[in-house]
């Protein structure tokens, strides 16, 4: 049978619905945050058991599938990554979304997305055989070097403050080194503490370092949280016109998503930091990204859809998962029976055939339901009060860190990072690098360790390193990524006191002062525990073994030099005067009381109960987010709305998701 003969096969209205339903049910748990695209196949793959295996396929890929695009809505609209394939997309989404610009951005990645989703998706249907075979032929020197790849974007998200993105970075890497040693098996940095040998979770840390920052800032001053737009709704026209206009962008971004997802282990996450770079780099405004340039929507967001697609080419293939959910479909697969591997494609056609194009379908699909829930989504973010808009985000960051693993210390440690991340981002550490190092920690190190290894019983370290072709290839990408954007800032400073040097004197007659950089004191004192942390790092690593000490030695001393070199910058600079102290700000008092609360949340969430705790931290959070002052009447709604929300995510994740909900004293 041809293959454009199974799509009569996948456009049955059993196939249609189940792609439909998939689609929507996909978009709304990705766009929560922690309730991820891997958690949502998992719960549904049972269910699939007693469907045709085409008709079970085509549910859990249209879930996955959603879900992935569904994390850029809360990554436009609260600045969190609804999944981690959405990090890249808050540099510039959620700047769009707060001068009034958000329905573009969502129409933008609803745009990319269903487009990237296609090019990954097309490259499955004609393409999975001979493209699985790009996969072998990357070892762990090629991952570990692909793997700094993705952290060269520091330099594109951190110009003019590179070396702090770069210290981040360590933070992140060591962050992903807490927990049993992905190679070695040694138990490293728990401080004794049974919660922490499974390691810092990823998807409770992404949520921790950027939204509670995040909801802090909501709290601190009257302004609404969004600027509505001056032009109302998604803004559809203009943002196909906006595609058409970067149709480059769109299709560069979608290969380079689909040769990634082909990596197994690299992800959605690894494609969309690489194209957003590679976006960046070709960009003749590379000094707009990260301040609202809708190119790095449309980058990420095809990148990282044109991934599932991509994934699912070395899984049928190779029967090699190249993300979570592709392992859990897999797994279901075989549950069906059906065998995997080259021959996949011959003796089990129609159900692969008909998959595809299922997978095909549903992505077209994202593309009606993107856009109805994006625009009630962005019509509600905007007109919500923001006495219920920040305890409604508030008890997201909860559920969705609790849910997780079932585990309260991930919502403890989520509030902790939470608060580390706002203070650090006051005094110039971002976030992004520390989520960059810890979501390319695991995959680095093992990299790593493993060429380390190989190298070391050869006698040829250096030379695995630095001598496969790949890995150069990679190297030189690297090394372009990482230094354009000092060269083109270096250049701009240059032609600035080019232009101050041929007129040095103003409109006004007054000669132009030209911008002097001074000293830091709150900067180089982060520094100086960072170079602490380092020397803590490296003598924590000495009773390990070798395989498990040689990536920390390496993290502690890159750590250390590079909080050196801060220090070594401020020292240069002179000391500013008095009168350019920080301003007492006005919202800190806020800020404080609503992370005591969040704080006290967590504590007290498996003592007192999850619906009580949650039903008192969230009427507090209403008393801090309150400007208005309204009557007494409204009160009393907003109560109970913030009553009917709290107990309506008990029911569903006690009696849906099936999660053991901490009872404590109460409910």
């Not at 056609?349 to 595809?356: K, S």
């Not at 971002?430 to 920690?441: A, D, N, R």
């Not at 007192?608 to 009393?636: C, E, H, K, N, Q």
Request: charged share 10%; glycine share 12%; proline share 6%.
């Amino acid at each position: 049978m041809d293959i454009l003969g199974y799509l009569l096969d996948a456009l049955t209205p059993l196939n249609l619905g189940l792609a439909l339903v998939g689609v929507i049910l996909g978009t709304v748990i990705g766009a929560l945050p922690g309730l991820s695209a891997t958690m949502a196949v998992a719960v549904l793959v049972p269910f699939t058991f007693t469907m045709d295996p085409a008709a079970g396929l085509i549910a859990l890929g249209a879930i996955y599938t959603g879900a992935i695009y569904g994390g850029a809505f809360a990554a436009i609209l609260v600045n969190t990554p609804g999944t981690p394939s959405a990090i890249a997309t808050t540099f510039d989404g959620f700047p769009m979304a707060k001068r009034g610009d958000g329905g573009l951005a969502v129409s933008l990645a609803t745009i990319a997305s269903v487009a990237g989703g296609l090019v990954g998706a097309i490259a499955l249907l004609l393409l999975a055989p001979p493209l699985a075979k790009v996969a072998l032929a990357f070892g762990p020197t090629e991952y570990f070097w692909l793997a700094v790849f993705g952290l060269t974007l520091i330099a594109a998200l951190s110009v003019g403050n590179t070396v702090k993105g770069l210290i981040g970075a360590c933070i992140g890497l060591f962050l992903s080194m807490v927990g049993v040693a992905i190679v070695g098996g040694d138990v490293r940095y728990t401080l004794g503490m049974q919660r922490f040998l499974a390691g810092i979770d990823l998807t409770s840390a992404i949520i921790g370092l950027y939204c509670v920052p995040v909801i802090l800032d909501l709290v601190a001053n009257p302004d609404p949280h969004l600027k509505p737009s001056e032009a109302g709704g998604l803004r559809l026209g203009e943002g196909v016109r906006v595609a058409i206009k970067s149709k480059v962008n769109i299709l560069r971004s979608s290969v380079i998503g689909t040769v990634i997802g082909i990596l197994p282990g690299a992800g959605g996450s690894i494609a969309g930091l690489v194209s957003y770079s590679e976006a960046r780099r070709s960009s003749r405004q590379p000094e707009s990204f990260g301040k609202g340039n809708p190119d790095g929507v449309l980058a990420t967001e095809a990148a990282n859809n044109a991934t599932v697609g991509g994934g699912f080419i070395p899984t049928l293939v190779l029967g090699i998962p190249g993300t979570p959910p592709d392992a859990i479909i897999l797994g279901a697969l075989l549950v069906q029976g059906i065998k995997i591997g080259p021959t996949l494609f011959t003796t089990d056609a129609p159900i692969v055939y008909t998959f595809i194009w299922g997978l095909l379908i549903a992505t077209v699909l994202m593309l009606p339901v993107g856009l109805l829930i994006g625009r009630y989504a962005y019509n509600f973010i905007i007109k919500v009060p923001k006495a219920l808009l920040a305890p409604t985000v508030a008890l997201l960051t909860i559920i969705g860190s609790f849910a997780i693993h079932s585990n309260i210390d991930d919502a403890q440690l989520m509030v902790g990072l939470g608060i580390l991340s706002w203070i650090l981002n006051r005094y110039g550490f971002q976030p992004s690098p520390i989520v960059l190092g810890l979501v390319l920690g695991s995959i680095a190190e093992q990299g790593f360790v493993q060429t380390w290894l190989i190298g070391n019983a050869s006698g040829r370290v250096a030379e695995m390193f630095f001598t496969r072709p790949i890995s150069i290839g990679i190297i030189l990408a690297a090394l372009l990524t990482l230094l354009l954007p000092m060269w083109s800032d270096w250049k701009k400073n240059r032609r600035k006191q080019l232009s101050r040097t041929d007129d040095p004197v103003s409109d006004s007659g007054s000669r132009i002062a030209p911008e002097v950089k001074t000293r830091d004191l709150p900067s180089m004192a982060i520094a100086g525990l960072f170079i602490a942390l380092g020397i803590w790092i490296f003598t924590g690593a000495n009773g390990m073994s070798p395989l498990g000490a040689v990536f920390p030695w390496t993290i502690s001393a890159a750590l250390a030099a590079f909080s050196i070199i801060l220090i070594l910058q401020h020292l240069r600079r002179p000391s500013g005067p008095a009168s350019q102290r920080r301003p007492q700000d006005p919202g800190s008092a806020r800020r404080l009381a609503l992370a005591l609360v969040m704080l006290a949340w967590v504590i007290a969430l498996p003592m007192i109960g999850f619906l009580a705790t949650s039903f008192a931290a969230f009427v507090l959070i209403m008393l801090i987010a309150d400007y208005d002052r309204p009557g007494l009447r409204t009160w009393a709604i907003w109560a109970l709305t913030g009553l009917a929300i709290c107990a309506g995510f008990w029911w569903l994740m006690a009696n849906v998701l099936m999660l053991r909900m901490p009872a404590g004293l109460f409910l």
